[in-house]
């Protein structure tokens, strides 16, 4: 089955550790991103990764940082840089099928910082 | 971040009831798309447009595309209670980012 995995479900870490949040699509989509959720919020987008070796900052990228060496992985790494990184983490992939585009999601890691 | 305008914010209805829901946009989008979220998962998609005017089905499931490609609409049939979560729509202009609404929150009473 074709689709976006992201790993862990849950993940709690200390305060002041960075944690890295996995994502992998076998979409073959060229496109990526991270988006932050917050109880009762809408999505923020945090990076997104137009193609392998290239990613541009979204809304809130500070306190996170990506890499794509990859075309099916965008790993998302929360530094302690991040003031309040408890959240909700959707990773998503887009392409192209002729002339539509479409956007699919994983299905999200929750990380708590104790 | 630029964010869709999404109306109504959350709704309750009745069991067997229809639902509307619409998603205006200061800018012109080539594309939108429909998702549901249900709690502690991730957005599935549920309808994507593509022209202006154009209406889609999935089931019980209708939007549309509007003229103006500054907004869409959601329209629920005969909601049951499985069709409770949230309900975000997303604009895409050309380029690789996509613009999402606030969300509606729908609730069916039984």
């Known amino acids: 089955d074709g689709g976006i995995t992201q790993s862990p479900k849950y993940l709690f870490r200390k305060e002041g550790q960075n944690v890295t949040l996995s994502c992998e699509q076998n979409l073959n989509h060229d496109a990526m991103y991270w988006y932050r959720q917050d109880p009762g919020q809408g999505l923020r987008l945090i990076y997104y990764?137009?193609?392998?070796?290239?990613?541009q900052k979204g809304d809130i990228a500070e306190g996170y940082s990506v890499s794509r060496e990859k075309k099916e992985s965008f790993p998302l790494t929360v530094t302690s840089a991040q003031k309040n990184p408890t959240a909700f983490y959707l990773c998503?992939?887009?392409?192209?099928?002729?002339?539509?585009?479409?956007?699919?999601f994983g299905p999200g890691t929750r990380l708590t910082v104790l | 971040g630029q964010q869709l305008n999404q109306s109504p914010q959350s709704m309750f209805i009745q069991e067997g009831e229809d639902v509307s829901m619409n998603c205006t946009s200061s800018?012109?989008?080539?594309?939108w798309l429909w998702y549901k979220q249900d709690p502690g998962e991730g957005p599935v998609l549920l309808i994507a447009l593509y022209k202006a005017g154009e209406l889609t089905s999935n089931g019980r499931l209708t939007a549309q595309f509007g003229i103006t490609r500054k907004d869409s609409f959601l329209n629920i049939s005969a909601s049951i209670p499985s069709d409770v979560g949230i309900y975000f729509c997303?604009?895409?202009?050309?380029?690789?980012?996509?613009?999402f609404g606030t969300g509606t929150r729908l609730k069916v009473l039984a």
């Open positions: 998503a992939s887009s392409g192209r099928r002729g002339f539509k585009n479409e956007q699919f």
């Open positions: 990764s137009q193609i392998v070796n290239d990613f």
């Open positions: 997303a604009g895409h202009e050309g380029t690789y980012k996509y613009i």
């Open positions: 800018s012109i989008f080539n594309t």
